[in-house]
């Protein structure tokens, strides 16, 4: 009984290949992604703020902090990519491929050399062919939400985040310019996820009836 009130408060909408509803469970996934890129923005920006704060001499207590901080925000990434809506399943696949990439080459780093995830990549920068695919991760959600919603906060950010990682392994940028980046892409990250908080949800969900489509010819 409870599930056909639902449907019946769902709104109708008409999509490419047919009507579709937005379910009270489409709308809590979006509520879900939308809190899980909170979460994460808040974890980037706060350990953000600790390193520049505390370079170059950081306390082992600040870096402890900063590492579970990193911890959260990869838990808190991999949420927001097992609830975004997108169409290319196979672009949705290999973002989750790259956060795990990501997260495994992290996880033996720290277990090998027993020093948290920032101080492993700033004194290692070849590091970041591993570590780098979390952020070549959340640079696809930077680049989705870009191109459906048109936010500057992304298109920034989808230029920053590689050329701050390129620039860190290959040592081509000054470490001022690094620092400048790195605040930048903490500040506009939080930015994006505090107006992402506000959207209206149905943007977010998409058209379902394109999804059904694609998933039929799969």
Same mark, same amino acid.
């Given at each position: ?49 600790? #390193?520049?704060?505390? %370079? +170059?001499?950081?306390? +082992? ?26 169409? $290319? ?13 990501? /997260? ?6 720290? /277990? ?15 590091? #970041? ?8 991760? $959340?640079?696809? #959600? ?20 590689? /050329?701050? $990682? ?12 690094? %620092? ?13 996820? #505090?107006?992402? %908080?506000?959207? %209206? ?7 379902? /009836? ?9």
């Amino acid at each position: 009984m409870q599930s056909n009130q639902s449907y019946i408060n769902s709104e109708i909408y008409q999509g490419q290949f047919d009507t579709f509803t937005i379910t009270p469970a489409d709308r809590q996934s979006v509520i879900i992604y939308r809190s899980a890129l909170m979460v994460a923005a808040i974890c980037f920006a706060v350990a953000t703020g600790l #390193i520049l704060w505390r %370079s +170059p001499n950081i306390e +082992p207590a600040t870096l402890e902090l900063v590492n579970w901080l990193y911890i959260a925000f990869s838990v808190a990434l991999g949420i927001a990519l097992a609830t975004i809506h997108i169409y $290319l399943a196979i672009l949705h696949r290999a973002l989750q491929l790259f956060l795990a990439i990501g /997260s495994i080459t992290a996880i033996i780093l720290a /277990s090998q050399t027993h020093q948290p995830i920032a101080q492993i990549i700033y004194q290692q920068p070849l590091t #970041i062919l591993g570590i780098g695919f979390t952020f070549a991760a $959340l640079t696809g #959600i930077f680049f989705k939400e870009a191109f459906c919603f048109d936010r500057f906060e992304t298109k920034l950010l989808v230029l920053i985040v590689p /050329s701050l $990682l390129l620039g860190h392994l290959t040592n081509l940028l000054p470490q001022t310019l690094k %620092s400048i980046l790195l605040a930048t892409w903490g500040g506009l990250f939080l930015i994006f996820a #505090i107006r992402k %908080s506000i959207q %209206s949800i149905p943007p977010d969900i998409g058209d379902k /009836s394109v999804f059904e489509h694609l998933k039929n010819n799969r």
